[in-house]
């Protein structure tokens, strides 16, 4: 796996009404790390947006609502060759951007700050009942079944909080509509033999707002994804020799 130790890396902040957040946040962001430092804001009424730019941030408005569309429009902004794509919603330390871009400079093509490994915590542990939890572990489990020929698994198929070069999200032929982008990118990485790894940051509960992808028909998308893709002829299929043995409502975009 060749390292990237010129890599230029862009730092991106996926908001929507997350005022709160941004303000515990973005003042502990490493910004020095990075070539460039943008947001893209789903739709923010709350002064989200003008607390960043007040921050120095530029704020570019998607143009058209999901997740899917945020992470898109996100690399259309992108002027790097790698973008570290960060929630600022109180509850991941910012310091794991580091070692997101530490990984992806040492040649991974897609990282992700993991709330599964050990080591790690999720916000749902210590409680008895984790239906969150567990339906991301049922979708890595399904994903990797499905489609990983070598390398790890990755558990945590639905964090946000990642890393990935442009050249390989180009390739991965992602959706530009829906919810399902996360786990998308988990299984066309493994589809593609791509270079891969994830590592524990803890998760703590949020301090203003709640999430916006409700459990029930979220779980009908991603199920639905992972049938399209079972069925879909593409050509990501086709031999590719990998890098290296692998390591280490749709209204509603954001986390």
């Given amino acids: 796996m060749p390292s990237r130790p010129k890599l230029r890396a862009s730092l991106c902040l996926i908001v929507w009404n997350e005022l709160a957040g941004c303000r515990l946040d973005v003042p502990r962001l490493p910004r020095e790390l990075f070539a460039e430092v943008y947001a893209v804001d789903g739709g923010s009424t709350d002064g989200t947006v003008e607390y960043l730019e007040a921050q120095g941030i530029p704020v570019h408005r998607q143009p ?3 997740l899917n569309a945020a992470y898109s429009h996100a690399v259309d902004q992108c002027t790097t060759e790698a973008v570290v794509v960060f929630f600022p919603k109180g509850t991941i330390d910012p310091a794991c951007v580091v070692s997101l871009r530490r990984l992806l400079a040492e040649g991974h093509d897609l990282v992700v700050a993991s709330r599964n490994l050990p080591g790690a915590r999720n916000e749902e542990d210590g409680r008895v009942f984790k239906p969150r939890k567990w339906g991301v572990e049922a ?4 994903a990797a079944l499905l489609w990983r020929r ?3 698994r990755l558990l945590d198929v639905l964090h946000g909080v990642k890393a ?3 050249e390989s999200y180009r390739r991965m032929k992602l959706s530009d509509t829906g919810v399902t982008i996360d786990l998308e990118m988990t299984v066309r990485a ?11 940051v803890a998760e703590q509960g949020r301090h203003a707002g709640q999430t916006r992808f409700k459990i029930l028909p979220t779980g009908r998308r991603l199920a639905g994804f992972l049938w399209r893709e079972l069925v879909r002829p593409v050509d990501l299929d086709l031999p ?7 390591s280490g409502p749709e209204q509603q975009p954001l986390q």
């Fill in 64 to 66: 058209r609502r999901s």
């Fill in 139 to 142: 979708l890595s489990l399904a």
């Fill in 150 to 152: 070598e390398g790890p």
């Fill in 164 to 166: 990935f070069t442009v």
């Fill in 190 to 200: 493994y589809r593609l033999r791509l270079s891969r790894t994830e590592f524990p």
């Fill in 240 to 246: 590719h020799p990998p890098s290296s043995p692998a």
